[in-house]
């Protein structure tokens, strides 16, 4: 095992504020559940969950209270043990409507997870875990939350000769991460071992930003009687390096063609929280019922990396981190670059929730945008190589062809052209916007050569 | 949202973090790039500097006001990119213009080429500079007339090299009437800005260190400039400039920093600004060799300017996970 810088170079990244002192040294601090938690059914990408408790039963810690629907969905499990109070409906983090399971806590933790533990994994057939990570409703905890148990069943004809082990936590102010990192670093990679055994071997490549040196030490520590072909690459500390397919360019030196996946160039990319998950579903037969949130920014009295329960809401988390300091201008899940503004804080964190960022009023700058001078900034700041400026002045000129030409469709909406734009224009809801509409336009002119068909 | 005393929270797309920049600093950088070469315009010119740098300044600000309020715009104008207009204007003209052409030449920079466009980020061509060459235009002798500053020359070292060649000769003493270093520094006619390299490329690398501007453009332009410019007078050292007076005369610094660098007017695109300076060098170099004009930078870059958005549209960069380049 050794630690090498990342081979590859990006075409184009930002060197942010990254704003970490505030939590960087905290360590990790265990949350007491909350009296109340809310499970949502849509903490996940894909189809939400569909509740399989009813008003006034009784639920055990860990028990699965909601299970897939369709292909591309995840378990959801009790992060309490107490009574279904109601299931109602509200707000998700990521702003979109759906159904929530209220757990009444009873404060006695009583467990409930059905989940057989495997700590002779080594022995098993690694297709035969994969159910198991299934029936821990795991998915990717690097935000994304793309269910895992699919993301490790690669197409066939795909091979994955590469596991790439995100830790490059390239958002401003979280921190999460890099605590768990630097404290569990056995765990994780208890975890990428578990997966590495499914994936029949691939080479492993832990990949973490070169301004986290403890986190990099801790896994270099945990790492050290490694066998097999096991990297650490430290990267340069660089936005947005944490990115899937920039983070595959940087390690790997292969490009995702457009509109495919990690597994179209032979890699697989996991977030380290998602490999301790694996590490708990596996050898202990916890599902995913808790998950480090960084509870930060200048409005926080307490800035904190906490441990805590999976519906928890965010008025609670901000309640345990001594409140808000001021006036309230900003809830943000995620980071600042591309994380999601909240219209309350009685919104429960999910699966996916790494950090919630609360800015005062004053910080929050309202502005009004300028036309744009072509100044080219977005273009040089771009890492998908875009032309952000050509392709928002055809979205708001209703230039559709010009804007799907201009391959829109490949936008990771990073945030960088915003971030650098002297007009403010709002680059990256101006990008959406287009995508949008590019995608509408397919799918109308799909169901017309359907519609054509039938007639013929 | 029931409890009526739970904070407010603004709502809004992300990214929530800016990194501050905005297009009045931007022009504020511009203003401070050019002081070097107003220092020395007022050292070489005195007070018609200073008279007509105010003068377009003013001109441009009211006139940018006036433009947008009957237009219905919000009539700002604390961008400051009027007062750049202003300064690039009167950089380029002669030192003795009357104050009201330059009043002229601003109104029409600010109202026809700019605000009749649309206003900031959507004229196509450069306003100070079509400004200067819709005043050559109209008033040819006295945009060409330079006031001497010795009792031997009265004529730009491009234009004395042009003059004499069309009588038939190659101009006697030139090197000794312009010696390199001090047309450098800013020892010789021309317009009020043009005339010191040094007190240019100052304001340039400052602009560079800003990232106000990239390299592209100026780096491509001079370089090429240099490397015609070589060729030629390698063929034919006797009827044909030295590659270093080229760079030292005729507002290219200016041009190179200044004028070329317009973001508006540029295209937007790494390859596209290479691609951008290079043809601004030929073009500059053809105009200044075989055209009416002496000096060739104005008109090249008002030529460039219209071929901008056809190089953006042709040179694109190759989209990531995309194998070739777009479809033009």
């Not at chain 1, 981190?321 to 995620?334: D, F, N, V």
């Not at chain 1, 945030?415 to 007009?423: K, N």
């Not at chain 1, 109308?444 to 013929?456: F, I, L, N, S, V």
């Amino acid at each position: 095992m050794k630690t090498i810088k990342a081979p590859f170079k990006l075409p184009n990244t930002l060197h942010l504020h990254y704003h970490k002192e505030a939590t960087a040294a905290l360590a990790l601090e265990v949350m007491p559940a909350p009296a109340v938690v809310q499970i949502p059914m849509s903490q996940h990408l894909g189809a939400p969950s569909r509740p399989i408790v009813a008003r006034g039963d009784s639920v055990g810690l860990g028990q699965p209270i909601a299970e897939p629907v369709g292909a591309v969905s995840a378990w959801a499990h009790a992060s309490v043990s107490g009574v279904v109070k109601s299931i109602g409906e509200g707000l998700s983090t990521s702003g979109r409507p759906t159904t929530f399971i209220e757990l009444e806590n009873d404060g006695l933790d009583r467990p409930g997870s059905t989940l057989q533990p495997r700590p002779d994994w080594a022995s098993a057939d690694g297709k035969s875990l994969i159910p198991l990570i299934a029936a821990a409703g795991i998915v990717g905890m690097g935000g994304a939350g793309f269910p895992t148990h699919i993301k490790i069943s690669p197409p066939a004809g795909r091979i994955i000769d590469t596991l790439i082990v995100n830790g490059a936590e390239c958002e401003p102010f979280l921190t999460a991460d890099q605590r768990l990192m630097m404290e569990k670093a056995d765990l994780i990679w208890n975890g990428i071992q578990i997966l590495r055994h499914i994936l029949g071997g691939p080479r492993i490549r832990v990949a973490i930003e070169d301004d986290k040196p403890e986190a990099i030490r801790a896994m270099e520590k945990a790492m050290a009687r490694a066998d097999g072909d096991v990297e650490i690459v430290s990267l340069p500390a660089a936005y947005p390096m944490g990115a899937e397919k920039q983070l595959i360019l940087s390690v790997l030196g292969r490009e995702i063609p457009s509109g495919g996946l990690p597994a179209d160039v032979g890699a697989l990319v996991e977030n380290v929280a998602t490999c301790a998950a694996v590490y708990e579903a596996i050898v202990l037969g916890q599902p995913v019922t808790q998950r480090v949130v960084t509870v930060t920014g200048p409005l926080i009295r307490r800035p904190a990396n906490i441990l805590a329960r999976i519906g928890t809401t965010l008025a609670d988390l901000i309640a345990f981190c001594g409140g808000l300091t001021g006036q309230s201008g900003k809830l943000i899940c995620g980071g600042p670059m591309m994380g999601v503004a909240q219209i309350g804080a009685d919104v429960p964190m999910g699966k996916t929730t790494s950090g919630l960022l609360a800015l005062p009023r004053e910080s929050v700058r309202l502005f009004d945008s300028m036309p744009c001078i072509s100044c080219n900034r977005c273009v040089r700041a771009c890492p998908m190589s875009l032309l952000p400026c050509t392709i928002t002045s055809a979205v708001e000129a209703d230039q559709l062809e010009t804007v799907e030409a201009l391959h829109t469709l490949d936008c990771i909406e990073c945030g960088c052209c915003s971030y650098v734009c002297p007009s403010r224009r709002p680059m990256v809801q101006l990008m959406r916007q287009g995508k949008a509409r590019v995608q509408l336009a397919r799918r109308q002119k799909q169901e017309q050569e359907k519609a054509k068909g039938k007639q013929g | 949202m029931a409890d009526p005393t739970a904070p407010l929270w603004m709502l809004s797309s992300s990214p929530h973090a800016h990194e501050g920049s905005s297009v009045r600093r931007i022009m504020i950088d511009v203003l401070i790039a050019l002081l070097p070469a107003f220092a020395v315009a007022v050292a070489v010119f005195g007070l018609d500097a200073i008279r007509l740098v105010t003068v377009c300044v003013a001109s441009c600000l009211l006139a940018e006001f006036g433009a947008r309020k009957l237009m219905g715009r919000n009539a700002g104008i604390d961008d400051f990119s009027a007062a750049v207009t202003g300064v690039l204007l009167a950089f380029n003209l002669p030192p003795a213009l009357p104050t009201w052409m330059a009043v002229l030449g601003s109104v029409f920079a600010i109202v026809v080429v700019k605000q009749l466009f649309g206003g900031i980020g959507y004229n196509i061509f450069n306003p100070a500079l079509c400004a200067r060459v819709f005043l050559l235009i109209s008033f040819p002798v006295a945009m060409t007339t330079w006031a001497p500053w010795d009792a031997v020359t009265t004529a730009t070292p491009l234009g004395a090299w042009k003059t004499a060649w069309a009588a038939g000769a190659a101009p006697a003493h030139f090197a000794a009437t312009y010696p390199l270093g001090s047309l450098f520094l800013g020892n010789q006619l021309g317009s009020l800005g043009e005339v010191s390299e040094l007190a240019l490329l100052l304001g340039g690398l400052y602009l560079l260190a800003r990232r106000v501007i990239y390299w592209e453009i100026p780096v491509f332009y001079l370089a090429t400039v240099a490397g015609f410019a070589a060729i030629l007078y390698a063929i034919d050292p006797v009827t044909n400039l030295s590659p270093l007076y080229h760079l030292a005369t005729g507002g290219l610094f200016l041009g190179a920093f200044f004028m070329a660098t317009d973001m508006v007017t540029s295209p937007v695109t790494r390859v596209g600004q290479m691609v951008y300076g290079v043809g601004l060098g030929l073009l500059t170099l053809v105009i200044r060799r075989w055209g009416g004009y002496p000096e060739g930078v104005s008109f090249a870059i008002l030529i460039l300017n219209a071929f901008s958005p056809l190089i953006d549209k042709f040179i694109q960069p190759r989209t990531f996970g995309h194998a070739k380049k777009k479809p033009a």
